[in-house]
């Protein structure tokens, strides 16, 4: 799971380039392009200023501030600019949209989060801030931060609201942090949530405990080559630090090769410097949201792990294989520097908390976390090839979309087709990873979690989610899915995902057999993983923002597919049979509001 990026109010322009494959532009405006009287060299000021042209298109009104979060260039000069808003000075949540421009920086589109005018009656308090505080302590039993003014525009609302940061809450799993946001006016809590993506949901580990169910994964460490990442070897190097390539037992993929950094001639730490510094820490036990408190991974030799969990750093092999592996992908496949594009390294702690039975993107931390198990349901770390790309997908999602949940419950479960959609793509890009590393110790498939040990084998599966008993994942779109459990829900987009890559019915891919069904019993020809990967990843960082549902999330594909392909090529017409597929249509389109 994940929360709402509602701490997060004012970030820094990054601008970036994604490789993508040229195609024809993004839909014309509705009057035809408007060209804004703004330099083709500054997209951002092209961005703003064409929002404001096009007010009642975007949405923005007077007293409404646009700050940049990011910026995409495509090969062929058209601009994607990702703003977050400020009203007055407030802060805006759900307040954000991507404004589209032309080469020339014509103004061709925008998609944004809400759907109405974002102007609260007042800005002017009834609760004080420590009133605020005192009601976000409660309802997140922990230690409250100050309260500051926001401007809470989600789900159709305009209203004055106080936003509060909670640390030690009782309400997360092992005492995390949680966000709360209290109205200004009537002291209703508009909502908590928590700040970690949990792989695990209350609700899983609810239904494990039930069932008696323990996962046994099976570890340990075949002999045989290294395989996985590539560094330079830096033997003769007599200044330090220095790259270095050392070698890896891991608890679940074997042995590995590890860029490391040599400090001295006997002397090496777990972090790689032609990765950005990413880096794995020990967090000894504690529940620590904090990198620089966790205690660097050194060795001698440059030999690390033993394949059992009898050695600390045999967990932080597999973390930090997966990490890179998952940088690796991300780059090799979209030009991406880096979780959030900035080329700056990622970052895990392994033995987080005392037994923890979980994996999290923390984005207080902005690192991975891994609990070593609770010790009952999860007997190991939970370091899992395709747990790391699930967890760092979200932190890619998080500096892109930022995909909420519409609501979270007393037991931290969370809802809704955003919050779905969110936990799909994690799945769809972590079991790319895998893909994309190759590792015959963790041969890639659709499956996610299959080396937990979980006796239906598998978490959940793209092909067939329903096939999921555990959380009840569902295979196709109804009504009942805006507000059903993000990992059960995210089925719809997964399966739509699997059918675009590979199409309907029995297929056999590394062993493993497929059979993926249809809503109306049609047949659906994929357009292969690659061709379908490139659309989801488009869509993601162009064409979708929080509130992005199965049925936006259907426009958005199309619109990368057109992009890409153009509006009348096969893989256009294969994304909309896709969804056709899973029940997702243009003529079921839920009306504004529900």
Not at 408 to 428: F, M, R, T, W
């Amino acid at each position: 799971m994940r929360r709402p990026h509602i701490r997060r109010v004012a970030i820094a322009v990054a601008v970036t380039t994604a490789a993508t494959l040229p195609g024809p532009a993004f839909a014309s405006a509705p009057n035809g392009p408007a060209r804004v009287a703004t330099s083709v060299s500054s997209p951002v000021a092209a961005a703003r200023a064409a929002a404001f042209a096009h007010a009642s298109a975007t949405g923005v009104t007077q007293g409404d501030t646009l700050r940049a979060k990011d910026v995409m260039t495509d090969p062929d000069g058209k601009s994607h600019v990702r703003f977050v808003r400020t009203h007055r000075g407030l802060p805006v949540l759900g307040g954000d949209m991507v404004v589209h421009l032309g080469k020339r920086g014509e103004y061709l589109g925008v998609t944004r989060a809400a759907d109405h005018l974002v102007k609260p009656s007042t800005v002017e308090a009834e609760l004080t801030p420590e009133q605020a505080e005192r009601k976000a302590e409660a309802v997140a039993k922990g230690d409250a931060g100050t309260a500051r003014l926001v401007v809470d525009g989600r789900d159709g609302a305009a209203a004055l609201a106080y936003q509060v940061l909670v640390m030690d809450s009782d309400t997360t799993e092992a005492g995390g942090s949680s966000t709360v946001v209290v109205d200004a006016r009537t002291g209703r809590i508009r909502s908590n949530t928590p700040n970690t993506d949990e792989f695990i949901s209350p609700s899983l580990a609810a239904t494990l405990r039930e069932r008696g169910e323990s996962a046994t994964p099976r570890t340990g460490t075949a002999a045989g080559a290294a395989t996985g990442l590539s560094g330079l070897t830096s033997a003769a190097a007599r200044r330090y630090p220095a790259t270095a390539t050392g070698s890896g037992s891991s608890l679940f993929a074997g042995k590995v090769a590890l860029t490391t950094t040599r400090t001295a001639r006997t002397s090496y730490v777990l972090k790689d410097p032609t990765r950005w510094n990413t880096e794995t820490r020990d967090a000894k036990g504690q529940e620590l949201e904090s990198f620089a408190r966790g205690k660097a991974f050194t060795d001698g030799d440059n030999k690390w792990g033993t394949g059992t969990t009898s050695a600390r750093t045999s967990a932080a092999v597999d973390a930090q294989y997966g990490i890179a592996q998952t940088l690796d992908f991300y780059k090799k496949t979209f030009g991406r520097k880096g979780i959030k594009n900035n080329s700056a390294g990622a970052r895990g702690m392994v033995h987080f908390g005392n037994k923890v039975g979980n994996a999290f993107w923390d984005s207080t931390c902005g690192c991975m976390l891994y609990g070593d198990g609770d010790g009952q349901v999860f007997k190991k770390p939970l370091v899992v090839l395709d747990v790391t790309g699930h967890e760092l997908t979200h932190g890619v999602v998080d500096a892109t979309a930022a995909l909420e949940p519409t609501r979270v419950d007393d037991d931290g479960n969370q809802y809704g087709e955003a919050g779905a959609l969110n936990e799909s793509l994690a799945d769809v890009f972590g079991s790319n990873v895998e893909f994309s590393a190759n590792n015959p110790k963790n041969p890639p498939n659709y499956l996610v979690g299959e080396k937990l040990g979980l006796d239906q084998k598998f978490l959940r599966r793209l092909d067939h989610p329903s096939l999921d008993v555990l959380e009840e994942t569902i295979d196709y779109w109804s009504p009942a899915a805006y507000d059903t459990e993000v990992h059960a829900g995210s089925g719809v987009s997964s399966h739509a995902f699997y059918l675009l890559a590979e199409g309907s019915g029995r297929k056999t891919i590394n062993g493993v057999a497929y059979n993926s069904p249809t809503y109306d019993g049609s047949r659906v020809t994929g357009i292969g993983r690659t061709k379908a990967t490139a659309v989801f990843y488009r869509a993601l960082t162009r064409y979708m923002v929080s509130t992005t549902d199965f049925h936006d999330a259907r426009k958005a594909t199309l619109k990368a597919a057109a992009d890409m392909y153009g509006a009348n090529s096969a893989e256009y017409k294969a994304v909309g049979a896709a969804w056709a597929a899973v029940n997702v249509t243009a003529a079921n389109t839920p009306a504004a509001g529900r």
